[in-house]
């Protein structure tokens, strides 16, 4: 099973500032076929479903602030808040889905400061 | 967008089965998979099930193997999710969710799933 691994659990950014979480698998999830990176981004507000953010670990889903943005290749990753909102309170998961069993990050709480 | 809706939820005993559904808003194109994620109250995503839409393939991971059982109607736009044999560590918010391949693009609200005597 690929293991998913987030940093920090919690993270506390003021307002208008840079928020970075990092994600890590056990393995590649760079597809040698096509040259992309199976890893989502999602975010989780209390009491809603997931909402995708990010995949294919840098594209954007049509509708996401453009202050949402994924880089990374291979097995490290990360999402970057560039300028941290109130409505970006919120639990954040990666995700892999290169192979089965698909698999989570434990999530990272953000918060205001 | 595609709305899914879920329903089925409720207390079970341990022991006991319970039959989820899921239905689509509008038709899931053949390149989408369905899935089933649960969530632990105050915990993380968990993926329970998967199934291609024409139904020809499907995945569950060792947790859940051999208990629950996914399955689809086309005709319905519908999924479903059997679970047997339920524990109280299945207690959780099972959530539809659907995308191209193996990608969750868009959710359902859940559905809460109580295993407790």
């Known amino acids: 099973d690929i293991v998913m691994t987030q940093s920090p659990d919690s993270l506390a950014v003021s307002l208008g500032e840079r928020a970075t979480i990092n994600c890590k698998s056990t393995q590649s999830v760079l597809s040698s076929s096509n040259n992309k990176n199976y890893l989502a981004w999602f975010q989780q507000k209390p009491g809603q479903p997931p909402k995708l953010l990010i995949y294919w670990a840098s594209a954007r889903e049509s509708g996401v602030p453009d202050r949402f943005s994924g880089r990374g290749s291979g097995t490290d990753f990360t999402l970057t808040i560039s300028s941290l909102q109130a409505e970006d309170v919120a639990v954040y998961y990666c995700q892999q889905y290169y192979g089965a069993p698909l698999t989570f990050g434990g999530g990272t709480k953000v918060e205001i400061k | 967008e595609v709305q899914l809706v879920e329903s089925g939820g409720g207390l079970v005993q341990p022991g006991g089965s319970l039959r989820l559904s899921c239905a689509a808003s509008e038709f899931i194109p053949s390149t989408y998979w369905w899935n089933w994620v649960r969530q632990a109250p105050g915990k993380g995503l968990e993926w329970v099930a998967n199934?291609?839409?024409?139904?020809?393939?499907?995945y569950h991971p060792d947790s859940v193997k051999g208990r629950f059982t996914i399955s689809r109607d086309s005709a319905k736009n519908s999924v479903y999710l059997q679970m047997n044999s339920l524990r109280a560590e299945d207690t959780a918010v099972y959530y539809c969710a659907s995308g191209d391949g193996w990608r969750f693009d868009f959710w359902g609200q859940g559905t809460l799933v109580t295993v407790s005597a």
């Open positions: 199934i291609k839409q024409d139904g020809s393939e499907k």
